[in-house]
């Protein structure tokens, strides 16, 4: 009995699927981060009032900033998530970029944000040089601020 060049097809599309996947948890391992690291919003505290533009200065307890794409223990760069959270899922991939995931990779430790008036959600996320967030996670308590 030979298989048929279909079930080779198949076959190969399987073994395919199985490297890609394997390939995938490989490129996105998540960095262990230390015991007790934490982040933390420094200027400002859940239920404050604030006028846009507003700034917020970043905190970090038990890990070092290092800029996106410099490898170095115990290091990430902060990550600013605004009206929104991460998903579980998300918690494990590069986090996006968009006006909702704003990155600061140079190593900033603090940034102005611009929202309209309305209650907004805050809330740091450290991610390593590849932008993933570490494992456990290294993020602030949500700040809910209102803009006046
Ligand atoms: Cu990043």
Redesign the pocket.
């Known amino acids: 009995m030979s298989l048929s060049p279909r079930a080779l097809v198949s076959c190969g599309a399987i073994m395919t699927a199985a490297v890609a996947a394997a390939i995938a948890l490989a490129q996105t391992p998540q960095t262990p981060s230390p015991a007790g690291a934490a982040a933390y919003i420094i200027n400002l505290k859940d239920g404050d009032t604030v006028a846009s533009p507003f700034k917020v200065q970043f905190g970090l307890t038990g890990m070092g900033i290092a800029p ?1 794409g410099v490898q170095a223990e115990g290091t990430g ?1 902060h ?1 600013l998530i605004i009206d929104t959270k991460l998903s579980d899922d998300e918690m494990k991939r ?2 996006a ?1 968009d006006a909702q995931h704003v ?3 140079r190593g900033q430790t603090e940034t102005m944000v611009t929202l309209p008036p309305g209650r907004h959600t805050l809330q740091l996320v450290l ?1 390593d040089m590849s ?1 993933i967030p570490h494992n456990p996670p290294v993020m602030s308590p949500v700040v809910t601020v209102t803009v006046r």
Request: aromatic share 10%; no cysteine; charged share 0%.
């Open positions: 996106a760069h990550h590069p986090i970029a990155h600061f990779g991610g932008h």
